[in-house]
T-cell receptor, first 111, second 115 residues
Framework: SQQGEEDPQALSIQEGENATMNCSYK?????LQWYRQNSGRGLVHLIL???NEREKHSGRLRVTLDTSKKSSSLLITASRAADTASYFC???????????WGAGTKLIIKP | NAGVMQNPRHLVRRRGQEARLRCSPM?????VYWYRQLPEEGLKFMVY????????ESGMPKERFSAEFPKEGPSILRIQQVVRGDSAAYFC?????????????FGPGTRLTVL
């Protein structure tokens, strides 16, 4: 079964606004990763945060990790129409080497 | 440095035929994952391979599905006697090694349609 669960399932905002997506998981993890998928395409890695990290930035992306709540959030600031895509979180459990995927958040940025 | 390559990008098969999907990992990567994705859903793990070795095939149906990653050449995901429910996008991803808990590099996927 999928460990990661993203919410919301879908998010539609105006260009320029910030977009926040959340991910919850069940078991202890080595790291958590966020990926982006444009419609009909493969996945692109965005950012990785390790279990001993609490926050990480990459350009307009900000990821937080709360291991006590087993949750992570992905914030995209100053959104652009080109950010329209599905965003997935994936966890690498401590006891395993697999990536375990959530069902994703579909983000639509309205111009 | 070429990325992960998959072919074909689109594959149409009739029920009962065989589907053969290929994945060439990034140069220097010796580990490959195969995933399946249905429309509007996340990825489902199928199999994890190292060259000449299946590490974990727990996500792959025991019947009709098989995977290999030979010493030379691409990784192959083979689906025999396809059924309509096999229609999906199949993605492979590669990693440099088992102990490397870093990002996976994805191919563009093969979209399988079973008529």
């Amino acid at each position: 079964s999928q460990q990661g669960e993203e919410d919301p399932q879908a998010l539609s905002i105006q260009e320029g606004e910030n977009a926040t997506m959340n991910c919850s998981y069940k078991t202890s993890i080595n790291n958590l990763q966020w990926y982006r998928q444009n419609s009909g395409r493969g996945l692109v890695h965005l950012i990785l945060i390790r279990s001993n990290e609490r926050e990480k930035h990459s350009g307009r992306l900000r990821v937080t990790l709360d291991t006590s709540k087993k949750s992570s959030s992905l914030l995209i600031t100053a959104s652009r129409a080109a950010d329209t895509a599905s965003y997935f979180c994936a966890t690498v459990p401590d006891s395993n080497y697999q990536l375990i995927w959530g069902a994703g958040t579909k983000l639509i940025i309205k111009p | 440095n070429a990325g992960v390559m998959q072919n074909p990008r689109h594959l149409v098969r009739r029920r009962g035929q065989e589907a053969r999907l290929r994945c060439s990992p990034m140069k220097g990567h010796s580990h490959v994952y195969w995933y399946r994705q249905l429309p509007e859903e996340g990825l489902k793990f199928m199999v994890y391979l190292q060259k000449e070795n299946i590490i974990d095939e727990s996500g792959m149906p025991k019947e009709r599905f098989s995977a290999e990653f030979p010493k030379e050449g691409p990784s192959i995901l083979r689906i025999q006697q396809v059924v309509r429910g096999d229609s999906a996008a199949y993605f492979c991803a590669s990693l440099p090694g088992l102990a490397d808990y870093n990002e996976q590099f994805f191919g563009p996927g093969t979209r399988l349609t079973v008529l």
